[in-house]
C-alpha cells in the first residue's frame, strides 16, 4: 500500500498527515485555514487521493507558517508513499480550467526539488488567504517530495478561480505521475537507475 502517515512539531506549527496515493478522493482538513482546506480538496477530489491535515500554528501572527509547514509535511508524506518509485509513470500533466481561468501543472518524480511558479494573481488576498502562500505551499511540498514542479497560469481574472485551477491541476497531474505504468512495473523510469 503506497501510504505514509508523518508528522512535523515545531516551534511554530504541529502538523500530522495521512496519505493514501490509492484512494478514492477522500479529504479531512482541519488546519484553521479554510481556503487552504477547499484547496486540499481539489487535490484530493482530482487526483484520486486520501488525505487527512490536522495542523495547529502560530495562526495570531498569520498563516504563512502553517500552509508553509503543510506543503513541507505533504512533500515528505508523498516521498514516503512513493518508495523506490520502481513501476511509476514518473511524469505527469495536466491543463484544467474554470471559467475565464486556465492553468497547467507538469510533475516530474525526479528525485531533484525543483519549482517553477509562473502565476500573477489579479489581487493580493482571496477572502482573507494572502496568494502568496500559494507558492510557500508548493515549494515546501517540491522541496520535500523531491519532485520538479512546473505551474502556469495561462489566464484568468479571478484570483479565486485561479487558485482552484492550479490545484485541481496539481491534481490531475499527480495522479498521473503516480500510475503504475505495468511495462516498467519491476524497474525504475530512469537511464540511471534512481530517482
Not at 487558485?163 to 503516480?178: D, N, P, S, W, Y
Request: hydrophobic share 40%; proline share 3%.
Amino acid at each position: 500500500m503506497r501510504q505514509a502517515d508523518v508528522s512535523r512539531d515545531t516551534l511554530e506549527t504541529r502538523i500530522t498527515v495521512r496519505l493514501n496515493l490509492d484512494g478514492s478522493g477522500q479529504g479531512h482538513f482541519v488546519t484553521g485555514v479554510p481556503f487552504l482546506e477547499h484547496m486540499l480538496d481539489q487535490i484530493c477530489r482530482h487526483g484520486l487521493i486520501d488525505l487527512d491535515i490536522a495542523a495547529s500554528g502560530d495562526l495570531h501572527i498569520d498563516a504563512h507558517h502553517t500552509v508553509e509547514d503543510i506543503g513541507i509535511t505533504l512533500g515528505q508524506a508523498l516521498s514516503t508513499a512513493l518508495g523506490d518509485k520502481k513501476g511509476l509513470r514518473r511524469y505527469g500533466h495536466a491543463y484544467v480550467p474554470l471559467d475565464e481561468a486556465l492553468s497547467r501543472v507538469v510533475i516530474d518524480l525526479s528525485g531533484r526539488p525543483g519549482l517553477q511558479f509562473n502565476v500573477e494573481f489579479t489581487r493580493a488576498t482571496i477572502g482573507n488567504f494572502d496568494v502568496d502562500l500559494i507558492h510557500e505551499f508548493f515549494q515546501g511540498l517540491a522541496n520535500h517530495a523531491s519532485l520538479t514542479l512546473h505551474i502556469d497560469n495561462l489566464r484568468g481574472e479571478n484570483a479565486h478561480h485561479q487558485a482552484e485551477t492550479v490545484f485541481k491541476a496539481f491534481g490531475r497531474a499527480l495522479r498521473m505521475a503516480v500510475e503504475a505504468d505495468p511495462r516498467t512495473a519491476d524497474r525504475i523510469p530512469s537511464t540511471k537507475g534512481s530517482l
